[in-house]
């Protein structure tokens, strides 16, 4: 239980802007997944880095626990409070600092969540490309090292986090990185804290790399015979070197439940939904090329469009995958992992995860990145079957045992939070240790989010 003398004085300079109501306490204690609730002991929201810093310093004097919270849509437990603690709320420090676009870049504050940032940028021809479907904060983006959609074109969050402004676990703020685009300077402690899951310290500051919006932007969306045929389809696109900016893949479950959700049609198989940004003449040669590509594998129902509409219709239902899932099935929750293999044993993969949860009787669609080798699995658990979660947990480990095996990882975007710390010695080894020295010189006491991705000490 945090201690008294610590509330006292957070409050002193947060007032009303340190929380202890339960309905805020349980927001910040729960999950977009299966995890029961873990509530913090009080919620601070800062304005500033300087209240961040004096909230650390506070919390490093009563070794009371600090965990940043953006928009709560992580599913690995990420922004939890198991040891209890304060959680800090970014929500307030949500402004976009300044645009540069003769340099492509932009600085914002934690809170900023990506479809605010493409609001402010509309004016400026550019745009922030990484999309993991929710509308999540770029704090958390990066302290996830979040994907999503778009990263086989414009890559993940290691590739668009320029510099960062940082509050460590003793109260002191570093910059890390800079404005330029490439440096052989040391260390790269960017690299470091983006995918630490605020382990290492709380971001107040995030500088990004901005891209062109695309001239003309084609999407489509064709079914096939097999799951094979589909990632065969795709690694001859990514092979012939197509401007693909999208290229996903759902599975007959997946068509079927948005069949149900959004009044489609979809023949119950598995289907590619693609995107392509370009030239409005390379647009359509590679939507063209794609279309032979997909006809050698057997695909069948080509519908393709380059009207806006169409594409937001085609992309909300794909985001809108996990609640239309929810949807079809009422009270239940959702275990959903992700992991990552090779683009060329992803169909071996799927195959195997697709057998797998159909003999057990689970509700359990699959989609994902695969122009990347990424795919998730939503496996439906009943909340007052015990049994359902056990056999949930037990499907995601063969999954992510299968992906190591398979020369893969246990995530490639949803991070390992609480839920996969124990796959990370067999995927890393001795690295794993040296993660845990990192964790230990920089945050002694343990207070920063503990309890999630490095080894306790």
């Not at 302290?143 to 778009?150: F, K, L, P, Y």
């Not at 439906?380 to 949930?392: K, V």
Request: with cysteine.
């Amino acid at each position: 239980m945090t201690a008294i003398q610590t509330l006292d004085a957070l409050s002193s300079f947060l007032g009303q802007r340190l929380s202890r109501s339960k309905s805020d306490l349980d927001l910040h204690g729960r999950s977009e997944s299966y995890f029961p609730l873990m509530p913090p002991d009080a919620v601070a929201y800062p304005e500033t880095t300087q209240e961040v810093q004096r909230i650390v310093e506070i919390c490093a004097r009563d070794a009371v626990p600090v965990i940043g919270w953006g928009t709560g849509t992580s599913l690995e437990g990420h922004a939890q409070a198991p040891q209890g603690g304060i959680s800090v709320d970014f929500s307030r420090m949500n402004r976009v600092l300044s645009i540069r676009p003769g340099d492509m870049d932009v600085t914002v504050q934690p809170g900023v969540t990506r479809e605010q940032l493409n609001t402010e940028l509309r004016a400026t021809g550019l745009m922030f490309p990484v999309d993991p479907g929710a509308n999540a904060s770029l704090g958390g983006m990066a302290a996830t090292r979040a994907s999503g959609t778009t990263a086989v074109r414009y890559g993940t969050m290691r590739d668009n986090v320029l510099g960062l402004e940082v509050v460590l676990a003793d109260g002191r703020v570093i910059r890390t990185g800079s404005r330029a685009r490439k440096s052989s300077a040391g260390f790269d402690l960017t690299g470091l804290i983006v995918g630490s899951e605020g382990t290492l310290g709380l971001m107040t500051e995030l500088t990004l790399r901005l891209h062109g919006i695309p001239e003309a932007t084609s999407a489509g969306v064709c079914a096939f015979g097999s799951v094979e045929d589909a990632v065969n389809a795709v690694i001859d696109t990514v092979q012939m070197g197509l401007q693909v900016a999208r290229i996903e893949l759902v599975d007959a479950a997946t068509a079927r439940v948005f069949n149900g959700y959004a009044d489609t049609s979809f023949p119950e198989a598995p289907h590619l939904m693609l995107e392509f940004h370009g030239s409005p003449a390379s647009v359509a040669e590679d939507a063209e090329r794609f279309g032979e590509i997909a006809a050698d594998h057997g695909a069948t129902g080509f519908d393709w469009s380059a009207l806006e509409e169409d594409r937001r219709a085609l992309w909300t239902m794909r985001h809108n995958a996990h609640y239309a899932v929810l949807a079809q099935h009422p009270g239940h929750r959702a275990l959903v992992t992700d992991i990552c293999v090779p683009v060329s044993r992803l169909a071996e993969a799927i195959v195997a995860t697709r057998a797998d949860i159909d003999e057990t009787g689970l509700a359990g669609p699959i989609l994902g990145h695969v122009g990347d080798g990424n795919f998730h699995a939503i496996l439906l658990i009943d909340p007052d079957s015990p049994s359902d979660q056990d056999t949930a947990m037990a499907l995601s480990h063969r999954m992510v045992e299968r992906a190591l095996d398979l020369g893969g990882t246990a995530t490639g975007e949803h991070g390992i939070g609480m839920g996969k710390l124990g796959y990370m010695a067999r995927e890393h080894g001795a690295g794993w240790e040296v993660m845990g020295d990192i964790k230990r010189a920089l945050d002694p006491l343990n207070i920063m989010n503990p309890g999630k991705l490095v080894r306790q000490a």
